[in-house]
Each structure stands twice: as C-alpha cells, then as structure tokens.
C-alpha cells in the first residue's frame, strides 16, 4: 500500500455535508418565513434569524481556535494549525456578517446604523483582534513558527469572547440582554424559538463546511508546497559543472 | 581560591533584563524623547480636529489622554531598542535564562518606561485641557496599573512580532483591541470619582485585566522558546 502522494487532492466540498447543510438552510428559512412577526418589532423580527445564528457561528468558531490551537501546542500536529486558522477566517467572515445584519437591523429598530453600544463595540473589538490573528499568520513564512505563535495568539484572543457575551449585562446599553442562553426559561415565543434554533443549526452546519473545505484548501496547498520543496531541492552533485567537451580541442 | 558562585534568583534576573533594557532606552531616548513627544503632538492636534470649544475639550480631555496613552504605549512596548538580536538571545539561553524570565524581565523594563511616558505626558493633558481633576488621587493606582497591564501585553504581543518583517504595524493591531478594557477601567474610574459613584468596580476591572494577561504571558511564554 503506497501513501497518497497529494494528501488534499480529496474532493473539495464532499457530498453528505453539502446536501445535509443545504436541507437545514431550507428548513430554516422556512421556519423564518413562517414564524409570527413580532408585537413590536413586526416583520423585522426576521432578521434576528440570521443575525443571532451568524453571532453565534462565530463565537463556535473562535471555540474551534481556540481548542485547536491549545491542541497544536500540545500534539503539534499541522491538521490542528489548518483548522484554527481555517476556524478563525470562518469567524471573521461570521462576526462581519452579525456587524452588517445588526447594523441593518438597527437602522429601522433604534434609527441609526451604528450605535456605541457595549455588545456592537466590544464585537467590532472581537473582529480586530482576529484579522490581527490572521495578519500574524500572513506575516510568518516559516510553517512551524507560524502555528507556533498563532497558537499562543488563538489562546490569548479568545479571552476577548466572554468580554462581549457579557457586555450586555456589565455594561447598561441599548443591545437586549441574552434571551436564550440565560439561566431561566428563555424569554421568547416558543415558535420563534424553533425557527431560531433551526437557524442555528444551518449555521453551524455551513460553519462546519466552510472550516473543512478551508483546512482541505489549506491541506492541499501545504502538500504542493511540500511538493515544489522536494521538486526544486538541489541534488547531490548540482554544483559541479560538466566539462565543455569539445572546447579546446 | 577561587570565589564561590552563586545562582541569580529569577527576581534578580528579571530585574537585571529591565535595568538592560532600561539602559539601552537612556541611550537610545527611543521612548520618552521620541515617542513620548509624539503622544504630546497627538494630545495638541486634537483639540484641532475637535473643534476649539474649552468646555467640550475639558470634557474630552482625560479621555483622550487615556486613548493617546493606550495607542501611543503600544510603541513604547514594541520600541526598535526592544528587540534582542539572535546573538544576545542565545547568549541568554545559554546563561539559563527562560522565557518566563525574558518575558518578566522585558515586561519590568516596559512598566518602568510607560508609568514615566504616563507621566511626561500628564501634565501636557491639563495644560492644553484643564480637565476636572476631582478625585485626582485614585488617579495614582490607575497609572500604575494601566501601565502594568499595557506592559504584559505588550509583551506578550512583542514576542509574538519579534523577528517579523511587519512587526511595528502587527503589534499595535494584536494589542490594542485586547488591552480596551484598560481604557474603559482608566477613564470610569475618574468619571466615577467625578460624579461622587464609587470608583472601585472600574479598578477592579483593570486589577482583572491585569491579572488575566500576568497569567496568560505566564502559560504562553513556555511555548514561545524561539523567542526566548
């Protein structure tokens, strides 16, 4: 049995975690759809659907970092470099995504498109320090040094997370305070809540897509890197010349 | 007879790495007569940009001493004269000098040099803004305790950069969404003491912070050998 020369030549996406994904991407927009619009919100209310769904598929995210990274330094395996970074660019594309969905849900509720409230400021923050993470990476060449230092950087930038799940409550601002992951029975409708879940669901299923068609990208770029090292590597005996036969005669 | 050798407690090398430092800052002026100047250029261009209304700067003053002080000692932590070559890293490692130790030591030097950035550019903020200063006093531990926590991660965020092409641009963007808190901490704890609340819950905040960054430099500094 000979090793797989092209580790990452697999199929990109794959098949079940498409079909499953798109399945709960359906569902959930029809339970979106179907929901009651809200007492006061009216039909606004839909967008907490996505909004909360992509805030959470971050926050997974930046947990996924997080263990991968404290994994790294531990095991020192590269799959676990690949999937705290690949985690982190799904995180940062998700909490970008919760900015402009509550943005645009800010303008009609609270009348303008940016408030400096705790929970926005403190996860705009969160955005920052992981493009900083993702710049620290794209600033080290050398593969170990960089899962090194962006596994040191994953752990210290995670302690920002509990900061900005919490701001609504240290802090007194216009954001509401959790409505479902509180202590108490969750202080929703209970068919708003189905169509909630079923959204974060489909979130966490597109999370789990995006990170493994990232870490497969990433896998096979590794294994062509790897590939064009040993390709190009000099031989043993390139720096002697042949003689020019025929020159000197 | 030779005289019998004794080893350095890890105290007197971390003190021994910040008084290197700290010499090697008196020679090159790098943080208090370069970038401290440049925090005072910051302090005097902003009334500009705001508008010149005495009342309002008065207002906005601690803050945007607070904010000059947080973005402008980011630079201090990751000054040029900072950075140890190779060379004297290996000569470290091989005196049994460990990354705890190195981090500690770089870490004594930076609160040393942010509590004297902290305090050249003070008295610059209530000459140009006549700021409110009741309850001024709380403002001594809040000095000492923004620099210490802009020191750890500073720190931290050095050795992270170090060695790196970007380093002058990527450590300011590591530390300063992280070190927020220590701005939120600085401006309520005067706030507070201003409008009569208690101050405290503000200092306790900064007192977290810098104990969540003292422990995180400690645990992350053992995976960062390359550095040390």
Redesign the interface.
């Known amino acids: 049995m000979t090793p797989d020369p092209h580790p990452g030549s697999g199929p990109l996406f794959g098949r079940r975690l498409p079909a499953v994904t798109a399945a709960a991407v359906v569902a959930a927009l029809a339970a979106a759809m179907m929901s009651p619009p809200d007492y006061v919100q009216g039909e606004l209310v839909r967008l907490m659907y996505v909004h909360v769904p992509a805030a959470w598929a971050a926050y997974l995210s930046y947990a996924v970092t997080l263990a991968a990274s404290v994994g790294w330094l531990r095991r020192r395996r590269p799959g676990l470099d690949r999937l705290a970074a690949a985690s982190a660019e799904v995180g940062v594309f998700f909490t970008g995504l919760a900015i402009a969905l509550g943005s645009i849900w800010g303008r009609p509720t609270w009348g303008v498109w940016w408030a400096w409230d705790a929970r926005l400021v403190t996860t705009a923050l969160l955005f920052f320090v992981y493009l900083g993470y993702l710049a620290l990476r794209r600033a080290i060449p050398d593969p170990v040094l960089r899962a090194r230092r962006s596994a040191v950087f994953g752990v210290v930038a995670f302690a920002q997370v509990p900061l900005v799940h919490f701001s609504v409550l240290w802090w007194r601002t216009l954001h509401q305070p959790p409505t479902v992951l509180r202590p108490s029975d969750p202080a929703i409708d209970h068919t708003m809540l189905i169509a909630l879940l079923l959204g974060v669901l489909a979130f966490t299923l597109l999370h789990a897509l995006f990170v493994r068609t990232r870490c497969r990208i990433a896998a096979a770029r590794d294994a062509l890197d790897a590939d064009d090292e040993t390709r190009y590597r000099p031989v043993a005996g390139a720096a002697v010349s042949a003689p020019e036969v025929g020159s000197h005669v | 007879m030779s005289r019998p050798t004794t080893t350095p407690t890890p105290l007197a090398r971390c003190l021994a790495l910040a008084a290197k430092d700290l010499r090697v800052e008196r020679r090159s002026g790098e943080a208090l007569l370069v970038i401290a100047p440049f925090g005072a250029v910051a302090l005097l261009l902003a009334p500009l940009a705001v508008g010149v209304d005495t009342p309002l700067l008065a207002e906005l003053g601690p803050a945007l001493y607070w904010l000059v002080v947080l973005l402008f000692g980011v630079l201090v932590t990751l000054r040029g004269s900072a950075v140890d070559g190779p060379h004297q890293r290996a000569m470290l490692a091989l005196t049994g000098v460990g990354p705890r130790i190195l981090l500690a030591g770089r870490t004594l030097g930076n609160v040393a040099l942010l509590l004297g950035f902290e305090l050249l550019l003070a008295p610059v903020a209530v000459l140009l803004y006549n700021p409110d200063l009741t309850g001024w006093p709380w403002l001594l531990p809040v000095l000492v305790l923004v620099a210490g926590g802009l020191a750890v991660l500073g720190s931290?965020a050095d050795a992270?950069?170090a060695g790196?092409?970007?380093r002058t641009s990527?450590g300011p963007?590591?530390t300063a969404?992280?070190a927020?808190?220590l701005l939120l901490g600085a401006t309520g704890v005067l706030n507070a003491a201003r409008y009569d609340r208690p101050p405290w819950p503000w200092l306790l905040l900064v007192v977290t912070v810098d104990l969540?960054a003292a422990l995180?430099a400690a645990?992350?500094a053992t995976?960062?050998e390359?550095v040390a």
């Open positions: 931290i992270l950069a790196l092409d970007g990527l963007l590591l969404p992280i927020v808190p969540v995180l645990w992350c995976h960062m390359d």
